[in-house]
């Protein structure tokens, strides 16, 4: 997995809760629409210079402190 790769998930998983208005409504935004907005983002963030350097591989996570 790539830095993009987890930042992709992430900015997908922050979206979780985000909400859209479609018409006076709201709703929650579905799992598609929310990769779409994050593979958007990573898509910017790779066309300004990376200096993320989102192709590199991601460390793993910490496990979690008890």
């Given at each position: 997995?790539?830095?993009?790769?987890?930042?992709r998930y992430q900015i997908a998983f922050a979206l979780r809760r985000a909400?859209?208005?479609?018409?006076?409504?709201?709703?929650?935004?579905?799992?598609?629409?929310?990769?779409?907005?994050?593979?958007?983002?990573?898509?910017?963030?790779?066309?300004?210079?990376?200096?993320?350097?989102?192709?590199?591989?991601?460390?793993?996570?910490?496990?979690?402190?008890?």
């Open positions: 997995m790539t830095k993009g790769d987890h930042l909400r859209k208005l479609v018409r006076g409504l709201k709703q929650e935004l579905t799992e598609q629409e929310r990769f779409a907005v994050a593979d958007h983002v990573v898509r910017q963030l790779r066309q300004h210079g990376d200096p993320w350097r989102l192709d590199e591989g991601a460390k793993p996570a910490p496990p979690p402190s008890a």
